[in-house]
């Protein structure tokens, strides 16, 4: 667990899974999905079938919740893009509008980049997105990520190309810029 004030990431427990059905599985059309890759089809499901994949949730290592004033808010996670190279990827969402542009986005991501610098083997961690999510290519660079890649016209979504945008940082670039 890390926290900044009333910021908390941490690992999910058995009790959060209700919360997490709500945010994520409740609506067919969620609005954070308008901005999480929306040019992937999001499927609403039965609380009941949720709880069939709990062991996929409860206390991993790779994807925790962000709790706000002991709300859970969010989630964030990281995967393998390949991982005998250590090429690491990782992933937020704040699933209410409410929460957004409030800087917790950026304080969540610190508090994850920190801990997986200091948890894992890693030379770089990366994000990618698509270059209609503006506010999270923002988060990045406020971070010092750089730009890495982008890829033109690679995203189609509601009748219109978006870029595939991929950004990074290097460990030593994170711990110059603490």
Not at 143 to 159: C, D, H, S, W
């Amino acid at each position: 667990m890390y926290s900044d004030k009333e910021l908390i990431i941490r690992p999910i427990n058995a009790k959060d899974l209700f919360r997490l059905w709500e945010l994520i599985y409740k609506d067919e059309q969620p609005e954070w999905k308008k901005w999480d890759a929306p040019y992937y089809p999001h499927q609403s499901m039965p609380y009941e079938k949720f709880l069939l994949s709990a062991e996929k949730w409860v206390n991993k290592e790779n994807f925790w919740v962000i709790e706000v004033n002991g709300v859970i808010r969010g989630i964030i996670s990281y995967y393998w893009e390949h991982e005998p190279s250590r090429w690491l990827e990782l992933g937020i969402v704040f699933h209410e509008a409410s929460t957004w542009g409030k800087g917790l986005g950026t304080r969540a991501l610190k508090l994850w980049i920190n801990h997986l610098f200091d948890t894992l083997s890693l030379a770089r961690v990366g994000f990618s997105t698509w270059s209609g999510n503006e506010r999270m290519i923002r988060i990045c660079e406020k971070l010092g990520m750089q730009m890495e890649a982008r890829i033109r016209k690679a995203r189609y979504y509601n009748g219109q190309y978006y870029d595939s945008i991929r950004m990074g940082m290097l460990r030593e670039e994170w711990e110059n810029a603490k």
